[in-house]
């Protein structure tokens, strides 16, 4: 990109991002923007702006999670990406289902039954719902069985705002499908049965010792194990639909004032 590269918005090079009158004259449009479609937010961050202090942990978060969308459309016009920042966000979208099935069923349906380490078994005819949901559900072209139960799921809790009581044996069976299964090592990597684990902080590191004789030989969990070859990094790194997964978990704890 040259210095006299043009930018999305008209009357902007490239080298102007370098010069202060120039950065003054965007930030005036951003605020103009800003006031322009929210002028109550605006005028609430100027407050927050002049006095940070004035405003709580959780407030002065809600505040710049509210500002956050202003920021991305001006940049995105800025740069003249506003076309594949909108295709990120139709691809981001598509992924609500899967975090709306994990919040509102099984975190608030699902799991409340595995409470006091309480033991839930699937029955022969949840197992059958289930697969009738997927083979449903998948086509040749679109074989994500999490994305199909969690469209049905998420269909189960419309349907139940009109009609409960016709739901009400396939939300039962859902929910001890998804009880018995929200730990099954064969979806560990979904994310709709991924929550957060209470942590023993006097014991972070999960060691076995194999041999009474020699205690000071330590291994890790054989489930934990992963192989080097060479110098290739032993973690796979996470997905979009993993990464979207811990986003989504920390905008929820974002109003308890938490950093977890």
């Given at each position: 990109m040259s210095p006299e590269t043009r930018l999305g918005l008209a009357g902007y090079t490239f080298a102007d991002l370098h010069r202060p009158a120039k950065l003054h004259e965007l930030y005036d449009r951003f605020v103009d923007q800003v006031k322009a479609t929210e002028p109550e937010l605006w005028?609430?961050?100027?407050?927050?702006?002049d006095v940070p202090d004035s405003l709580?942990?959780?407030?002065?978060?809600?505040?710049?999670?509210?500002?956050?969308?202003?920021?991305?459309?001006?940049?995105?016009?800025?740069?003249?990406?506003g076309a594949d920042a909108d295709q990120l966000v139709a691809a981001t979208r598509a992924?609500?289902?899967?975090?709306?099935?994990?919040?509102?069923?099984?975190?608030?349906?699902?799991?409340?039954?595995?409470?006091?380490?309480?033991?839930?078994?699937?029955?022969?005819?949840d197992h059958a719902l289930i697969e009738r949901i997927f083979d449903a559900g998948l086509s040749q072209a679109d074989k994500d069985r999490e994305v199909t139960l969690a469209q049905y799921g998420c269909?189960?809790?419309?349907?139940?705002?009109?009609?409960?009581?016709?739901?009400?044996?396939?939300?039962?069976?859902?929910?001890?499908?998804?009880?018995?299964?929200?730990?099954?090592?064969q979806y560990r990597g979904w994310v709709v049965f991924r929550f957060p684990?209470?942590?023993?902080?006097?014991?972070?590191?999960?060691?076995?010792?194999p041999d009474p004789e020699l205690p000071e030989e330590l291994l890790g969990p054989d489930?934990?194990?992963?192989?080097?070859?060479?110098?290739?990094?032993?973690?796979?790194?996470?997905?979009?639909?993993?990464?979207?997964s811990d986003i989504h978990y920390c905008v929820l704890c974002h109003e308890r004032d938490k950093d977890t």
């Open positions: 005028a609430e961050w100027d407050r927050y702006r709580g942990a959780v407030a002065r978060g809600n505040i710049v999670v509210a500002m956050a969308p202003h920021v991305s459309r001006f940049v995105s016009a800025l740069f003249g990406v992924y609500d289902v899967l975090f709306r099935f994990k919040i509102d069923f099984v975190r608030r349906r699902a799991l409340p039954l595995l409470k006091g380490g309480a033991h839930v078994t699937a029955t022969a005819e269909s189960l809790l419309d349907r139940e705002a009109t009609d409960k009581a016709a739901v009400a044996d396939e939300m039962e069976s859902l929910k001890r499908w998804c009880a018995a299964h929200v730990h099954a090592p684990e209470n942590l023993d902080y006097d014991h972070l590191v999960q060691i076995q010792r489930e934990k194990l992963r192989r080097r070859q060479g110098f290739q990094l032993t973690d796979n790194r996470y997905t979009r639909r993993e990464v979207l």
